[in-house]
T-cell receptor, first 113, second 117 residues
């Protein structure tokens, strides 16, 4: 029973394409996140949604657009992919309080060629 | 803004020995939470241990324990009886409020730990 699941796990695509990464959590959490891990393993938050409402929108190109159809899902759509978008993208969820840790998906390794 | 610093990019330890990973942070908040996450080669982010800043007692989870020094803003992780399965990247993280019931984790740059047989 996967708590936070992302699809696909690997994604190879050409520059200029549009792609989506899907995320679902079955933990009943209110808050979901997207994090980006670069080639040096540095993790940085991109977006946060609480009850389908966008809370955090860090300095991310507007080619990245999150969509939360319901509390259990947070998808990431990326337009006009660039080489620099290559990274591992993690979805995570939490119960919305700092006392409880975030649960992470297995990550999606995106490679733009 | 919160910052988290891990000053050891790489460390190694002999199997069954003890190793300590360092983490310092900077914040103006008085109540917050700190975490250590482990990322093995499988890429999965796994919570190792959590510490609430208002608790003076250091958290422990089996072979993992922390040395939390609030005044010094230090949060080190001690791994006792190191096992081969402990080989991973270890990330220190600080949880801060981001607004409207949402919190965000700020991560350090990680320490790559290798356990040597």
């Amino acid at each position: 029973d996967t708590a936070v699941s992302q699809t696909p796990k690997y994604l190879v695509t050409q520059m200029g394409n549009d792609k989506s990464i899907k995320c679902e959590q079955n933990l009943g959490h209110d808050t979901m996140y997207w994090y980006k891990q670069d080639s040096k393993k540095f993790l940085k938050i991109m977006f946060s949604y609480n009850n389908k409402e966008l809370i955090i929108n860090e300095t991310v190109p507007n080619r990245f657009s999150p969509k939360s159809p319901d509390k259990a899902h947070l998808n990431l759509h990326i337009n006009s992919l660039e080489l620099g978008d290559s990274a591992v993208y993690f979805c995570a969820s939490s119960r919305g309080t700092a006392a409880l840790e975030a649960f992470f998906g297995q990550g999606t390794r995106l490679t733009v060629v | 803004a919160q910052t988290v610093t891990q000053s050891q990019p790489e460390m190694s330890v002999q199997e069954a020995e003890t190793v300590t990973l360092s983490c310092t942070y900077d914040t103006s908040e008085s109540n917050y939470y700190l975490f250590w996450y482990k990322q093995p080669p499988s890429r999965q982010m796994i919570l190792v241990i959590r510490q609430e800043a208002y608790k003076q007692q250091n958290a422990t989870e089996n072979r993992f324990s922390v040395n939390f020094q609030k005044a010094a803003k230090s949060f080190s992780l001690k791994i006792s009886d190191s096992q081969l399965g402990d080989t991973a990247m270890y990330f220190c993280a600080f949880s801060s409020r981001a607004g409207a019931g949402s919190y965000q984790l700020t991560f350090g740059k990680g320490t790559k730990l290798s356990v040597i047989p």
